[in-house]
């Protein structure tokens, strides 16, 4: 489970970055346009496939 961080619109999908741990590290789903995730939120997911990318 994560904060909502940010959030925005790409195509028929919203992007949800959620702050996850201590170190509030950065992790972003897609969701359904119509999830009523709201700024400062919690939203728990299970990914079903991901992708990692090195942090900058």
Known sequence: ????????????????????GGERQRVEVELPVDHPAAQKSRVAFRPRRWKLFPAV
Do not use: K
């Open 1 to 20: 489970a994560g904060t909502v961080a940010a959030s925005r619109r790409v195509a028929g999908t919203r992007r949800v970055e959620l702050e996850i």
